[in-house]
């Protein structure tokens, strides 16, 4: 089993900046890929940014020149940076990661984490 756990968000205003952050633990041999997605009320789950199985990123079109993912391997952790934030970037947040848990064995699962909440007032 693979825990992840997301630190950040919060309320903040127009034009502001926040961070996000989503540690992975537990069983993994490999994390295949790994990132961000996001859910606003009344609206599906959409990708925000995330790291590839080739290794590349990814970004929504909404985000590209304000969001920045990065990620450190030794910890299993990713990060979101968001800056010139926008009402409509107010939603739940979500990590989520594709993992390859064992050595010997090529399956992959796929993790999300609990969410947390970004605010972004006009």
């Known amino acids: 089993q693979v825990r992840l756990v997301e630190s950040g968000g919060g309320l903040v205003q127009a034009g502001g900046s926040l961070g996000l952050s989503c540690a992975a633990s537990g069983r993994i041999f490999r994390i295949n890929a790994m990132g961000w997605y996001r859910q606003a009320p009344g609206k599906q789950r959409e990708l925000v940014a995330t790291f590839t199985s080739g290794g590349s990123t990814n970004y929504a079109d909404s985000v590209k020149g304000r969001f920045t993912i990065s990620r450190d391997n030794a910890k299993n952790t990713v990060y979101l940076q968001m800056v010139s934030l926008k009402p409509e970037d107010t939603a739940d947040y979500y990590c989520?990661?594709?993992?390859?848990?064992?050595?010997?064995?090529?399956?992959?699962?796929?993790?999300w984490g609990q969410g947390t909440q970004v605010t972004v007032s006009s």
């Open positions: 989520n990661a594709d993992v390859t848990p064992y050595s010997f064995s090529s399956a992959r699962n796929t993790y």
